[in-house]
């Protein structure tokens, strides 16, 4: 989870602490599909009523995912643009969401009225 040379934290510290910060108890688990085999979804809403979805790309290939209703929202992701760094931020101007290769992201989704 660090490296042993210089004690800073590693991509796989980064994704746990991504989905360590997003979810916790009390979530309610919510039925979610994104049609490709080679990303895994899972959405959540929170205690507060916040809807996220995890997204993970097991292939090593970008990946768009199509999802209604995250236009307005924003992703943190980590994949190996980011290296060794913090999670990458964007926000979403559309309904898709580009995947790099073994991208775990947390979609946050805008609140609706």
């Known amino acids: 989870m660090v490296d042993w040379n210089t004690g800073q934290p590693n991509a796989r510290y980064w994704a746990l602490k991504l989905i360590h910060d997003h979810f916790g108890p009390g979530d309610k688990l919510v039925e979610a599909h994104t049609g490709l085999s080679g990303v895994y979804a899972k959405a959540f809403i929170t205690p507060n009523n916040e809807h996220k979805i995890l997204l993970i790309n097991k292939r090593d290939r970008l990946a768009t995912v199509s999802l209604a ?10 994949d190996p643009t980011t290296g060794e760094n913090p999670p990458g931020n964007v926000r979403l101007p559309g309904d898709e969401i580009n995947l790099n290769g073994y991208s775990v992201a947390v979609v946050t989704l805008p609140v609706r009225q």
Request: hydrophobic share 20%; no cysteine.
């Open 69 to 78: 209703g995250t236009s307005g929202g924003h992703v943190e992701y980590v």
